[in-house]
């Protein structure tokens, strides 16, 4: 069946060093969607990403979508202790299954 | 607009006895789902309900697992008999469509001691 895998699993950084986070999928993808998790909460849409190449800005965070939509990262800019969280890409394969497949995530602590 | 409410929030069983979850979707969402997360694992698909109907239930472990959604509105899930391996966060979450993006619940802890 189809995997997702995402990397790094941890990531500490100290306030103000970038971030960022990478997802690989076993299959060929018709979109990538983006969750992020505060400890003790639950996941938030952040994202979803469509086109092949695609590459999207949310203020200090930048999505992209590779060429051949089996890939996507998540870069964040100048982290700031607000980041903390578990980050998790998500993929469907399209057609008629609208099923998400996650990644394991990747936590995301920053020092102050 | 209220979100995704999932009850309890935390339930603590044995091995062996029964518990039921509870999800209530957004209002109108007709798009459904349930997930698990083990401890350090990913976040697993279980089953996707539209309306009623169970649309996609590959993701359900075994039969010890019984999803329900009556009426189309709130959903629940039942695990007869309880097993160690259950343990896990169960994250319900509604859609408006199948394409949209996913709103998730604050999810229910179940230890099974």
């Known amino acids: 069946g189809q995997q997702v895998m995402q990397i790094p699993q941890y990531q500490h950084v100290q306030e103000g060093e970038d971030f960022t986070t990478y997802c690989n999928s076993s299959?060929?993808?018709?979109?990538i969607q983006w969750y992020k998790q505060r400890p003790g909460g639950h996941p938030v849409f952040l994202i979803q990403l469509v086109k092949s190449g695609e590459v999207k800005k949310q203020k200090r965070l930048t999505f992209q979508f590779g060429e051949a939509k089996k890939n996507s990262s998540l870069h964040i800019t100048a982290t700031q202790t607000t980041d903390v969280g578990t980050y998790f890409c998500?993929?469907?394969?399209?057609?008629?299954?609208?099923?998400?497949?996650f990644g394991k995530g990747t936590l995301l602590t920053v020092n102050p | 607009e209220a979100g995704v409410t999932q009850f309890p929030s935390h339930s603590v069983i044995e091995k062996g006895q029964t518990v039921t979850l509870r999800c209530d979707p957004i209002?109108?969402?007709?798009?459904l789902y349930w997930y698990r997360r083990v401890m350090g694992k990913e976040i697993k698909f279980l089953l996707h309900f539209v309306k009623e109907s169970k649309q996609d239930e590959s993701g359900m472990p075994n039969n010890r697992f019984l999803a329900e959604r009556t009426g189309g509105t709130y959903s629940t899930l039942k695990v007869q008999p309880a097993e160690l391996e259950d343990s896990g966060v169960y994250f319900c979450?509604?859609?408006?469509?199948?394409?949209?993006?996913?709103?998730f619940g604050n999810g229910t802890r179940l230890t099974v001691t």
């Open positions: 209002s109108g969402h007709d798009n």
């Open positions: 979450a509604s859609s408006p469509t199948g394409v949209s993006p996913l709103h």
């Open positions: 299959t060929t993808l018709s979109n």
């Open positions: 998500a993929g469907k394969s399209g057609g008629s299954n609208y099923k998400l497949t």
